[in-house]
T-cell receptor, first 111, second 115 residues
Framework: LAKTTQPISMDSYEGQEVNITCSHNNIATNDYITWYQQFPSQGPRFIIQGYKTKVTNEVASLFIPADRKSSTLSLPRVSLSDTAVYYCLVGDPGGGNKLTFGTGTQLKVEL | DAGVTQSPTHLIKTRGQQVTLRCSPKSGHDTVSWYQQALGQGPQFIFQYYEEEERQRGNFPDRFSGHQFPNYSSELNVNALLLGDSALYLC??????????????FGPGTRLLVL
């Protein structure tokens, strides 16, 4: 599975847009990019998934450039409740359901 | 519609003991995966069950074993507990073996403390 690199931590303020970038230089042709959110003492929660270009849902947007060697999770107008760890995962659909997590990005949102 | 449920929520054991953790998948899901999450780390894949068989396994010793029942629920067993087994144990469910594009739903986890 492709290894991912993301910032260890980020700080923001309520109402701002937050962009978390993930590098995955060795991404394979069949790999999808998935982001999960995790609050303390809870299981990770699926946020968004994409293969190329841009994906948007009610929670976030995911931007993937043409070379797919990186991706950016965009959280619009964050609130205190968005304080969490965000994980970027890259995986091959043919690899089964095994998810490989890194250490994630700790996002702290303040007033 | 109930999501993924796990029991117990918390557990305290001593070294050398054995523990069994339980998981019920989300309705409509037939695949269960188990993860171990140490403090400050991302979840690490232990193994996955589908059709009552272990389909994939991560880099965990044989002390970690599991089972899946006909109703798709699953158990994780850990024998000869070590202090290093203290962690949050997460169960995730999904449909079939479609791969990472099939969204996995995680339970709240079981916090295991080994003294």
């Amino acid at each position: 599975l492709a290894k991912t690199t993301q910032p260890i931590s980020m700080d923001s303020y309520e109402g701002q847009e937050v962009n978390i970038t993930c590098s995955h230089n060795n991404i394979a042709t069949n790999d999808y990019i998935t982001w999960y959110q995790q609050f303390p003492s809870q299981g990770p929660r699926f946020i968004i998934q994409g293969y190329k270009t841009k994906v948007t849902n009610e929670v976030a947007s995911l931007f993937i450039p043409a070379d797919r060697k990186s991706s950016t999770l965009s959280l619009p107008r964050v609130s205190l409740s968005d304080t969490a760890v965000y994980y970027c995962l890259v995986g091959d659909p043919g690899g089964g359901n095994k998810l490989t997590f890194g250490t994630g990005t700790q996002l702290k949102v303040e007033l | 519609d109930a999501g993924v449920t796990q029991s117990p929520t918390h557990l305290i054991k001593t070294r050398g003991q054995q523990v069994t953790l339980r998981c019920s998948p989300k309705s409509g899901h037939d695949t269960v995966s188990w993860y171990q999450q140490a403090l400050g780390q991302g979840p690490q894949f232990i193994f996955q069950y589908y059709e009552e068989e272990e389909r994939q396994r991560g880099n965990f010793p044989d002390r970690f074993s599991g089972h899946q029942f006909p109703n798709y629920s699953s158990e994780l067993n850990v024998n000869a507990l070590l202090l290093g087994d203290s962690a949050l144990y997460l169960c995730a469910s999904s449909r079939g073996l479609a791969g990472v594009q099939e969204t996995q739903y995680f339970g709240p986890g079981t916090r295991l403390l080994v003294l």
